[in-house]
């Protein structure tokens, strides 16, 4: 399974540039365009760890029994 993309884009609000992280139909908003990025990027390896060791989870879980 893929993780969904993570998507940076600038947002006009209030007469103010702002900058908006989605993922999905999740989003947060930030004032600074470094910390989106920050975050960006930390949410971006979190997804692949998580997807990593969920794969090795799988690899090494034990056979299921049948009864």
């Known amino acids: 399974m893929n993780p969904p993309a993570i998507v940076i884009e600038p947002l ?5 540039l702002h900058w908006q992280v989605r993922m999905g139909r999740r989003a947060l908003t ?6 989106a990025r920050a975050f960006a990027a930390q949410l971006h390896m979190r997804m692949l760890w998580l997807q990593q060791s969920s794969e090795l989870a799988d690899h090494y879980a034990p056979p299921e029994s049948a009864h």
């Open 12 to 16: 006009l609000q209030r007469g103010q």
């Open 30 to 35: 930030f004032h600074e365009e470094q910390a």
